[in-house]
């Protein structure tokens, strides 16, 4: 089918658009990269700004790794993100499945609890009282315990769980299969893409954590790597102070901490991705 001229410009105005925020998104992240590569005196020269450097050095990330804390935080970081997503993910799937089924009592008083969480909380601190009380303070699990269920995720599973077919719970039924099998033989499975997706969520929730952090965790060594960024940021904010050790100008330090910072979550984003599109449902109705 042949395009007419008013559809060919609105294409032309689509993709100038997409083009346009392709570069918004891309050159500060390329800026980014290149002033952590960039040498120490290629950056005196231009003023502190690089955005394609002539010569790449190493030295920033030498630095991070050797002088600074961060590959210790980056290990609690690790340990916390896998953890708090697996028991959040089990949690979450545990508490959405019975609440998605509809003959189940005290359904309704349960859901309007959990709605209740959204609107209102504690407070910082009956919180803060209630994680030293159990003892989690200065513990690596005050990062993961009062984080490990999201009230949203948890509606969002449910609403999942509830527009699975019927038909299919009442044939594994007539097979004999309890609410056990049924859950791990078929709502799990058939839930995959929305459990990478509540996963994702809760990935970048643990990742980022810094507040619970600062609050709970006074032993630097339980620091995660946010709060390790956080001191290394600004521990020099200005250009003119060149760290002694390594002769590095400050702002190349920032932005390879920042670089540091954010690849992982960047190199395990498109392996996730795949799911938030992925239909599962259609072909296990089929079969």
């Not at 896998?82 to 019975?98: D, K, Q, R």
Request: charged fraction near 10%; hydrophobic fraction near 55%.
């Amino acid at each position: 089918m042949v395009k007419g001229h008013s559809e060919r410009m609105f294409d032309i105005v689509v993709y100038g658009v997409l083009l346009l925020a392709g570069i918004v998104a891309v050159v500060p992240l390329m800026f980014v990269v290149s002033m952590s590569l960039t040498p120490y005196g290629e950056v005196m020269r231009n003023g502190g700004y690089v955005f394609w450097p002539s010569g790449i050095t190493w030295d920033a990330y030498h630095y991070l790794l050797e002088k600074t804390d961060m590959p210790n935080g980056l290990m609690v970081t690790i340990f916390v993100t896998v953890v708090g997503t697996t028991l959040s993910l089990l949690l979450t799937v545990l508490m959405a499945y019975p609440l998605s089924r509809k003959k189940m009592k005290g359904r309704s008083l349960l859901l309007l609890i959990i709605l209740f969480t959204m609107l209102f909380n504690g407070g910082l601190i009956p919180t803060y009282l209630i994680v030293q009380k159990v003892g989690l303070l200065n513990s690596i699990w005050a990062m993961i315990i009062p984080n490990a269920v999201s009230a949203f995720n948890l509606l969002i599973m449910k609403s999942f769980f509830e527009n699975l077919p019927e038909e299919i719970f009442e044939s594994a039924r007539i097979d004999g299969a309890k609410e056990w099998r049924l859950l791990t033989t078929i709502v799990v499975p058939l839930a995959v893409p929305s459990l990478m997706t509540i996963g994702l969520f809760y990935m970048v929730q643990y990742w980022n954590l810094y507040f619970q952090a600062v609050l709970y965790i006074q032993d630097g060594d339980l620091y995660p790597l946010q709060v390790v960024v956080r001191n290394i940021l600004t521990l020099n904010e200005s250009l003119d102070n060149i760290n002694p050790e390594v002769t590095l100008p400050t702002v190349t330090l920032q932005m390879a901490t920042v670089v540091a910072a954010s690849l992982p979550m960047i190199i395990v984003y498109p392996f996730i991705q795949k799911y938030f599109v992925k239909g599962m449902l259609v072909g296990a109705i089929k079969g």
